[in-house]
């Protein structure tokens, strides 16, 4: 029998022996594809077979057999899990709830890149499967490694699951020799349905949700469990690359559709804030007919270029945003509104609601964003809710932002109590007294108070003894709440007279509940340890607002003491203030500008109000050196000003200072083979990690690039360099191999 023969005009026994022959040739290929990695078929020859037995089971339905391959995903995998540490990071992402989100998302980048409103800024918007995220590490074509995303450094090594999946290829042509492909792995409303009704009729518990079931099938032991589970995969990002996809994000989604892997048909291309939100809306009007969950629409920066320079946050992307849809609605009665201050002063508003369940959980508490938020106006002071406020007493429709923080939505006037007044948000920190400001562009009130503030300082003590901070070993987050409850440390520098304090005398360390001679000396011992400290881990922690552990690195190389550091922001703070008045007749002049119908006039603008703030010389050359920095920029500078400006909060750094010996970073060398220089790495690294490359190549004095053009002097070139080789091979730069660069720097 072959399969030549038309399904209309099988006979029933011809029809048995075609799906007999089907079930044996296309469990040979699952075998090949999944488990060998050496396909026998192509996937649309494996694909038309598939086809072919659908058929004639759907003519033939009392001749389905049992091993039919209509119910066979892939072919089982081996036995035993193991942990994935992830070359890249597989972050989160922030999330939209609202279309005013949207707009704040575009106008975070805008500043960000320092863009105006008018300069055309792409993004792709794409459904937000709800799945279970999985990477794909293909080597050579060949896929070597599948991993979940765990705790998003280190994930399950569940590779020979994944290749029972029959939506991810075993291997590739025309790839980058190194590429990790990033998807969901998900379950469609189909399969998910008929996969509860077998587990109904063995007398098993059935699946919660199609994500639950898909999580589980993924990281199922049992080959055969595993085998039995439908599951399917779209792709839509990745993470390590040996060379670049493409030069954009759709590009390179359209690149990995080409080379075989399934991706959402829904990704479009968007031109800004109204096209996304447009766009959202067409995809929520889709949901339920599209087949399996989603639970929102990503955003991310179409130019990939422009991505790397956005860069990342500790836990998310800039450049990409989650916009999540509404879920269970409920109504219940807002009984108070209370202000909560968080580490870097933020004032942020909670509702306290009669409790009401909301999507199967009991909500009690609800945020309220900001104070615009609480009365009608969204991000840019448009009206929201048709401009109604929220007050205390007011009956509120409550959901739960991506089925996860509640949030007041919408209230109703109807039921609105006679005596309600409307809320004043406070201009003082309810915690400490300080003034609580709100500087321009931002929709957040912030407390001045800084160290001074209880409600920051746990935070920010918190931050404080991190580990990349002081990271001082036995005294971690809940020794600082009970130390700082008590008392005991107030302020950075309470923590190095600890020994001081309560070393001896009447009330010591070692007398307290769950310390002892020997920890209360050994956390001494600890701190002492760190009074010798690093300006870059010195700077970061002190925890000034937009000042990360990468800006603190570059602060401190370029000012390399403390002294120097502060002296500078001592002379920059005239020119800083009068920059703050410059970005707020910036915000003023587009504003008008927009209501007379004319180009803002921003240049002019800003330089009237330089010129009438008469900046002193030195100042306005101390400030333009700051921001010229390496990384730093307006935003951070101005809030690193505030911060030394601050009379009790510098007070509480200065005597923090007094308690260390702060280590100025070593200088760049000036006479190394390769100072002066400019070196791309390439390739997969296998002596060294590629940060450990550039670390080592900036101390001594060369200038590390992602890419090759006629300034590269020398490109270190690791297997599966690609396509910058080949370019520094037409541009006659010099290229060496890892050994050969290693030999180059020698003890340098």
Request: proline fraction near 5%; charged fraction near 25%.
């Amino acid at each position: 029998m072959t399969d030549d023969t038309d399904i209309d005009n099988l006979t029933e026994e011809a029809a048995r022996a075609e799906l007999a022959r089907l079930a044996d040739v296309l469990a040979q290929a699952n075998a090949a594809y999944h488990q060998q990695d050496a396909p026998e078929i192509s996937d649309a020859e494996y694909d038309r077979l598939k086809a072919r037995n659908a058929a004639i089971e759907a003519r033939f339905p009392e001749l389905k057999r049992p091993d039919s391959p209509s119910e066979q995903v892939g072919a089982g995998p081996a036995e035993g899990f193991s942990k994935v540490r992830h070359a890249v990071r597989m972050l989160s992402l922030g999330n939209a709830f609202a279309d005013e989100d949207v707009a704040d998302f575009d106008r975070s980048i805008r500043k960000y890149l320092g863009l105006g409103p008018d300069v055309a800024l792409r993004y792709t918007a794409e459904p937000k499967i709800d799945g279970l995220s999985l990477s794909l590490r293909y080597e050579n074509g060949a896929l070597v490694q599948a991993a979940t995303r765990g705790d998003g450094e280190t994930g399950e090594n569940v590779t020979a699951n994944a290749r029972t999946i029959a939506d991810i290829p075993a291997s590739l042509e025309g790839a980058p020799d190194v590429l990790e492909v990033r998807g969901e792995v998900y379950m469609s409303h189909s399969d998910f349905a008929a996969l509860n009704d077998r587990q109904r009729a063995a007398g098993n518990k059935p699946f919660a949700n199609p994500r639950n079931a898909a999580a589980g099938s993924l990281r199922q032991l049992d080959a055969e469990i595993t085998r039995s589970r439908p599951l399917k995969f779209f792709a839509y990002a990745w993470g390590a690359l040996s060379e670049p996809l493409a030069e954009t994000q759709m590009a390179a989604i359209e690149r990995l559709a080409a080379l075989g892997f399934s991706t959402n048909p829904l990704t479009a291309l968007c031109d800004g804030p109204e096209a996304m939100i447009a766009h959202y809306r067409e995809i929520e009007a889709q949901r339920a007919t599209l087949g399996y969950d989603i639970d929102g629409v990503v955003y991310k920066v179409d130019d990939l270029a422009l991505q790397g320079r956005l860069g990342f946050r500790s836990t998310t992307p800039r450049w990409a945003i989650a916009h999540k849809f509404p879920a269970e609605l409920a109504w219940t009665r807002l009984e108070a509104i209370d202000i909560q201050v968080g580490r870097t002063g933020a004032l942020s508003p909670v509702a306290r609601l009669q409790p009401v369940t909301v999507g199967g959980v009991v909500v009690s508490n609800a945020t309220l964003h900001n104070e615009d938020y609480i009365a009608g106006r969204g991000a840019s002071g448009e009206v929201i809710r048709d401009g109604k406020d929220i007050r205390v007493g007011d009956w509120v429709q409550v959901y739960r932002a991506g089925d996860v923080i509640p949030k007041v939505a919408d209230v109703d006037l109807g039921q609105r109590p006679a005596d309600a007044v409307p809320f004043a948000f406070p201009d003082t920190c309810p915690e400490c007294g300080s003034p609580a400001v709100r500087e321009e562009g931002d929709a957040v009130r912030r407390c001045t108070g800084g160290v001074i503030c209880p409600a920051q300082a746990v935070e920010q003590l918190k931050h404080f003894v991190s580990r990349k901070a002081f990271d001082i070993e036995g005294l971690g987050a809940r020794q600082v709440e009970q130390f700082h409850a008590d008392g005991w440390v107030r302020e950075p520098a309470d923590i190095f007279e600890l020994q001081a304090k309560f070393g001896s005398g009447l009330q010591q360390l070692k007398n307290r509940e769950g310390w002892g001679a020997k920890s209360a000396e050994n956390l001494f011992e600890a701190i002492d340890e760190k009074r010798t400290i690093p300006l870059a881990r010195l700077v970061f922690a002190l925890g000034i607002r937009h000042v990360g552990e990468v800006a603190a690195r570059d602060l401190a190389l370029h000012y390399g003491t403390w002294e120097a550091l502060t002296a500078a922001l001592e002379t920059a703070r005239p020119a800083a203030l009068a920059h703050r008045q410059a970005d707020e007749a910036e915000e003023a002049e587009r504003a008008r500008a927009t209501k007379e119908g004319r180009r803002a006039r921003i240049t002019e603008t800003r330089a009237a109000v330089i010129e009438r703030c008469e900046v002193p010389q030195p100042a306005g050359a101390a400030w333009a050196d700051l921001v010229g920095a390496d990384g730093i920029g307006p935003t951070l500078a101005l809030s690193l000003s505030d911060a030394l400006s601050n009379p009790e909060e510098r007070a509480a750094f200065d005597r923090l200072v007094a308690h260390l010996a702060v280590v100025s970073p070593d200088a760049p060398a000036a006479d190394s083979p390769v100072a002066g220089k400019t070196v791309v790495f390439t390739g997969t690294l296998e002596k060294m990690t590629r940060a450990e490359a550039k670390a080592r190549a900036e101390a001594l004095g060369a200038k590390v690039s992602g890419s090759v053009s006629k300034k590269t002097d020398i490109l270190v070139a690791g297997p599966g360099a690609g396509s910058k080789a080949k370019k520094a091979a037409e541009l006659g730069i010099e290229t060496l191999d890892e050994d050969g660069w290693l030999q180059l720097i020698g003890d340098a």
